[in-house]
């Protein structure tokens, strides 16, 4: 399985994400302000936001590989892994 953002996806999980840990999570509000500053250097159309797209795509997709790939068992002289 692969998985392939598009930066609007990924501006999407970015603010929701953000959202969450500026409303929920104990931050002092020197963090909460950090959070907003690195949110709005990555607009909709930004390199950045590129860079965070093709970022969050690695790491899913090593992270999906790493889920459901196994080993199998030996045979002769090599092993080999399959998808599960």
């Known amino acids: 399985m692969i998985v392939l953002l598009e930066p609007p996806e990924a ?21 909460k302000e950090a959070i907003r500053r690195w949110r709005s250097e990555h607009r909709k159309g930004s390199e950045r936001l590129q860079k965070l797209t093709e970022d969050l795509n690695e790491a899913l997709n090593a992270h ?3 889920k459901f790939m196994r080993r199998i068992k030996m045979r002769g002289y090599r092993a080999e892994t399959v998808r599960t």
Do not use: K, R
């Open 11 to 31: 501006w999407s999980i970015m603010m929701l994400v953000s959202a969450v840990a500026i409303d929920n999570a104990d931050l002092t509000p020197e963090g």
């Open 64 to 66: 999906i590989d790493q």
